[in-house]
């Protein structure tokens, strides 16, 4: 664990200096929350027939969405793009340590730190200005805590993915337009999936994006009881495992044809 | 037992190529051209624990490949290779634990963190003991003089002070093999004359095997003892400089300072090769001729100032070995 441990705590340090990007970010994310609970709101008063969602939930379900916003993995990480740019990456392997966790630990790093950094201020003005509401009960609480974390995990290994893809295509530039939108839509950060047409539910509760945004916001409502989280839980965790055996898979395959470039 | 026994090793690249121009460019999104590069063509050798051993080859030549399938990150197609006993890819974290590598143009230290906390991550990435690296650490900080500028966050040092980091960065977990790729490129004269003298007395007293590739064969002069020469993938020669130099040339140099600058020197045993103002080098084959009978002949007939003989530069020979091999 110890090397994994270092490695994580190291970025984190290095990523909470980061202040002037946690406040351009916070500002950035202020200002589509504001548009999109706007959009929600004439959207809800021009509406007659009853919604599966109240427009509280969904205002408090934005502004979730918008205070964790850095903990989605919509685009490569920067630190492993410029590893594999300019073969630095070379160094990383030369490590006695298993790759795939010494990158997941950096991801991990690049979820959290600069999601604390930037989702303190937002839950306060949110919450004093906006309309969140605080969680729907004690439990709820908990039940959201819980599954935030997995949240951090089940996104470290999906973004650690995207990472060892970039072995493949270098620049990044293509899986980050790719990947992006798919995940802003597939988790519920952009539209909260309960809105989502019913014909696409089944999809939406199997794969593994909902575990990032919705099912966290929804137990931090109550619109999931607290009493399932268990197989939310689960559901989260079962997507980890998966993602983390097939990432060591594509790592094993990356480094067979990775060619460090240059002298 | 050899520290490193390397046989056969061969590994191709599958370069993409296409025609310049636009034109090239969409023909090449139908159709792609590919060359094969031969980077390793059969390489051989094995290398005793101690050795310090220079690696050398105009770019291209498959230093750098060699280095990489050593080192455990490149793969090669066949051949045989081990480090200790252990195949380096198929092992690798075992084999990892027990090397340091240095790539003079890349950087091992954490780009936004001081020096010392590079140190201490890289301390818990090896898993080294508290009291060996306590030991280790400041027996290199000592040795590299870079006391000072433990808080300077890498990004701020200058490359001499940063290539002295690396080195100590590559030496935390006392590995029993070191790679060094081109460490003095760049350097100015006083931080390669360090980083040489460091290099010498790591491999004297603790004993650790060094392998050296460097374009600067004053590196080569100054360090090794046995120098490999590869070029298009093949090791073209192997054994000590002064095999090397032999192998190639018996010639000598001969270098006058005339009285008169306008003077012209002829011998018939010997050739002008250079001419700078009032000094000659001429070239000669001391078996054909004797050093004091040429000597004798020059000054007879010249007016000299002072002369002196040396061995062709180190340079000059590699060049030829490189040529030879081109044609």
């Known amino acids: 664990m110890r090397p994994y441990w270092a490695m994580l705590s190291a970025r984190f340090r290095t990523l909470l200096q980061y202040r002037a990007a946690a406040l351009a970010g916070f500002g950035t994310q202020l200002f589509f929350g504001v548009v999109i609970v706007m959009t929600y709101q004439a959207f809800y008063s021009a509406n007659t027939t009853p919604q599966p969602m109240s427009l509280e939930h969904v205002v408090s379900y934005i502004w979730l969405g918008q205070a964790l916003f850095a903990l989605m993995p919509w685009a490569p990480d920067a630190d492993i793009r410029l590893l594999i740019r300019t073969g630095g990456v070379a160094y990383e392997l030369l490590r006695p340590v298993n790759v795939y966790w010494l990158w997941f630990s950096r991801a991990l790093a690049r979820r959290t730190a600069p999601t604390v950094l930037r989702s303190i201020p937002m839950f306060i003005t949110a919450m004093l200005l906006l309309g969140l509401q605080p969680p729907a009960s004690l439990a709820s609480g908990l039940a959201w805590g819980m599954a935030t974390v997995c949240a951090v995990l089940l996104a470290s290994a999906i973004a650690t993915i995207f990472g060892i893809g970039m072995i493949w295509t270098i620049s990044g530039e293509g899986l980050h337009r790719l990947v992006s939108p798919l995940v802003m839509l597939l988790s519920g950060m952009l539209i909260p999936l309960p809105l989502m047409p019913a014909w696409s539910q089944t999809f939406l509760r199997v794969l593994p994006f909902r575990g990032l945004a919705d099912i966290p916001f929804r137990l931090y409502l109550g619109d999931i009881p607290p009493s399932s989280v268990g197989p939310m839980l689960l559901h989260q965790l079962t997507w980890v495992a998966l993602l983390a055996l097939f990432g060591h898979w594509l790592l094993s395959r990356a480094m067979r044809r990775l060619v460090v470039q240059g002298g | ?327």
Request: charged share 25%; proline share 5%.
């Open chain 2, 1 to 327: 037992m050899p520290h490193i026994v390397v046989e056969n090793l061969a590994k191709t690249f599958q370069v993409a190529e296409r025609d310049p121009g636009v034109w090239g460019a969409i023909r090449g999104l139908a159709k792609r051209r590919y060359r094969t590069v031969h980077a390793l063509d059969g390489v051989s050798f094995s290398i005793e624990p101690g050795e310090l051993v220079g690696y050398i080859g105009p770019n291209g030549a498959g230093k750098s490949t060699t280095v990489k399938v050593l080192a455990g990150i490149l793969v090669p197609d066949s051949g045989r290779c081990e480090v200790q006993g252990r195949v380096p890819w198929k092992d690798r974290i075992a084999h990892v634990a027990d090397i340091g590598v240095v790539f003079g143009q890349r950087t091992q230290l954490w780009w936004d963190l001081p020096v010392i906390e590079s140190f201490d991550l890289l301390r818990d990435i090896y898993r080294v003991s508290k009291s060996d690296y306590t030991r280790a650490r400041d027996e290199l900080i000592a040795m590299l003089d870079i006391e000072p500028i433990l808080d300077v966050p890498v990004r701020q040092l200058s490359l001499g002070q940063r290539m002295r980091c690396d080195l100590a960065a590559s030496l935390l977990h006392s590995p029993s093999l070191l790679y060094l790729d081109e460490p003095t490129i760049g350097l100015d004269a006083v931080s390669k004359l360090a980083v040489r003298e460091f290099i010498t007395r790591l491999n004297r007293t603790r004993q650790v095997t060094v392998i050296l590739t460097t374009h600067d064969m004053d590196d080569i002069e100054a360090l090794c003892t046995r120098v490999m020469v590869i070029n298009e993938g093949k090791i073209l020669s192997d054994g000590t400089l002064a095999d090397l130099r032999a192998g190639v040339t018996k010639e000598r140099w001969l270098i006058v300072d005339l009285v008169n600058g306008e003077d012209t020197v002829t011998d018939s045993a010997a050739n002008v090769v250079r001419r700078d103002g009032a000094r000659v080098t001429l070239a000669f084959d001391p078996e054909r001729v004797p050093t004091p009978e040429l000597i004798r002949r020059v000054t007879a007939n010249h007016a000299i100032r002072d002369l002196f003989v040396e061995n062709p530069p180190i340079e000059e020979i590699i060049a030829r070995i490189y040529r030879e091999t081109k044609s």
